[in-house]
């Protein structure tokens, strides 16, 4: 299975602040077919974790262009800026190029 | 609007087995993939496996195989997990998601306890 590590564990932000997330995978996350399914999640306190990122730097539909995903390959990384309130909880990557799909330890955003 | 509800969760006896369904709505179930994902009391988030649209082929995790299967009925606009010998390590959160390479919309779970 595609390893993937999520660093820092935990972040503190104040609000209007910039934070970055990495996330690296233990093998390149490149299909077959050219793209790179590396998705990121926010998970907000008592909710299921909702999709802000797909395919590396696609936001979601709906989702804010505060975030930005890049990276190629077998690192990434999620930028998050003017960090507001509602932006705070925790964050995964995951993969899904290969079976089985797999995700990272999760990064939890907090206020400093 | 898209909509996954999940329900069939609650306390289970090791060794028994249990049926999930989520219900989906504002989109034509038919056309999508769909998959389950779980999420440990630690937080830990875990593929289970999906289901080609017309439900024709499914993926599981390795270590889940032989204990889940993956189904659907595209009449009712339902995906289904079915769990058998359950055991303690099952105990989690179940989501629904709507996807495959991308795992789009998540339902708000179901959660299994699994304790005698």
Known sequence: DVVMTQTPVSLSVSLGGQVSVSCRSSQSLVHNNGNTYLSWFLQKPGQSPQLLIYKVSNRFSGISDRFSGSGSGTDFTLKISRVEPDDLGVYYCGQGTQWPWTFGGGTKLELK | ?116
Request: proline letters at 3%; charged letters at 15%; one cysteine or more.
């Open chain 2, 1 to 116: 609007e898209v909509q996954l509800v999940e329900s069939g969760g609650g306390l289970v006896q090791p060794g028994a087995s249990l049926k999930l369904s989520c219900v989906a709505s504002g989109f034509t179930f038919s056309d999508y993939w769909m998959s389950w994902v779980r999420q440990t009391p630690g937080k830990t988030m875990e593929w289970i496996g999906d289901i080609k649209y017309d439900g024709s082929y499914t993926n599981y995790a390795p270590s889940l195989k032989n204990r889940f299967t993956i189904s659907r009925d595209n009449a009712k606009s339902t995906l289904y997990l079915q769990m058998s010998n359950v055991r303690s390590e099952d105990t989690a959160t179940y989501y629904c998601t709507r996807g495959t390479t991308v795992l789009d919309f998540w339902g708000p779970g179901t959660m299994v306890t699994v304790s005698s």
